[in-house]
């Protein structure tokens, strides 16, 4: 069995992960989504990024590439037929 040193870059990686939870586990899930939007907004009003006039919706969607082409499955086979 060979052992793999994990690079430096990764295990810090993997501490600041486990902090961010650490400091959120015992919240709410609303709550905790809620200090890491809040946290995240004064990063960013503190980088001087430009962030969106209204809250992001709570609603998420896909949105999908609208096609002409059919899909190869065997149902699209039989109604080419």
Do not use: F, N, Q
């Not at 004064?42 to 059919?70: W, Y």
């Amino acid at each position: 069995m060979t052992k793999r040193k994990t690079p430096k870059a990764l295990a810090e990686v993997w501490a600041w992960k486990d902090a961010c939870y650490r400091e959120v586990a015992h919240l709410p899930i609303r709550e905790a989504i809620g200090k890491r939007l809040s946290d995240c907004d004064r990063t960013a009003r503190h980088l001087g990024v430009a962030m969106p006039e209204s809250p992001p919706s709570t609603h998420h969607t896909a949105r999908v590439a609208e096609g002409t082409g059919l899909y190869e499955t065997k149902r699209c086979r039989k109604a080419e037929k």
